[in-house]
């Protein structure tokens, strides 16, 4: 099973900033089979970017994903209040799909 | 456009099975992979597996003794079985399309008697 780590865990910014989030897999993913998904309380995850880097239809431009083999990252060039949220990565690569654990993001 | 409800009792004793029914709305079930996600209150997503719309079918090896999940291309839906039910299995269950990416809103299942 691949084992992904995220961290921070909480990262705090203020609006307008830039937000970096980081996902390391314990082993190669195939493929780049990696997604990033957002989630608010009470709301299902809205999926963001798929195979590390293609953003999913109607996402804005300011959410960007990059990463190949085990190091991935979810880069918000700037902060909207409406991106304060959880961020979850996901490999698809191999079963089981795994998540990792999440980063908090929260207003400073 | 297509939608995705998740259905079934909010409320299952321990030791018994969960069920739950995810309907598909404004578009086919065909021709699609179709998953179930779960989330403890508080915590992280879990994939409990995934059924092509042929039927077949992908477990988490951690859930697979318990896990059964079948699809009714006739009536549009796909369900979800867990068997052996445990407090630990108290979560929000989601189902979603796998690709593309659509979640329903989530259902709360409790285990507890």
């Known amino acids: 099973e691949i084992v992904l780590t995220q961290s921070p865990g909480t990262l705090s910014l203020s609006p307008g900033e830039r937000a970096t989030l980081s996902c390391r897999a314990s082993q190669s993913v195939s493929s780049s089979y990696l997604a990033w998904y957002q989630q608010k309380p009470g709301q299902a995850p809205r999926l963001l970017i798929y195979?590390?880097?293609s953003r999913a239809s109607g996402i804005p431009d300011r959410f960007s994903g990059s990463g190949s083999g085990t190091d991935f990252t979810l880069t918000i060039s700037r902060l909207e209040p409406e991106d304060f949220a959880v961020y979850y990565c996901?490999?698809?690569?191999?079963?089981?799909?795994?998540f990792g654990q999440g980063t908090k993001v929260e207003i400073k | 456009q297509v939608q995705l409800q998740e259905s079934g009792p909010g409320l299952v004793k321990p030791s018994e099975t969960l069920s739950l029914t995810c309907t598909v709305s404004g578009g086919s079930i065909s021709s699609y992979y179709w998953s179930w996600i779960r989330q403890p209150p508080g915590k992280g997503l879990e994939w409990i597996g995934y059924i092509y719309y042929s039927g077949s079918t992908n477990y988490n090896p951690s859930l697979k003794s318990r896990v059964t999940i079948s699809v009714e291309t006739s009536k549009n839906q796909f369900s979800l079985k867990l068997s052996s039910v445990t407090a630990a299995d108290t979560a929000v269950y989601y189902c979603a399309r796998v690709n593309p990416s659509l979640w329903g809103q989530g259902t709360l299942v409790t285990v507890s008697s």
């Open positions: 195979a590390a880097s």
């Open positions: 996901q490999q698809y690569g191999s079963s089981p799909w795994t």
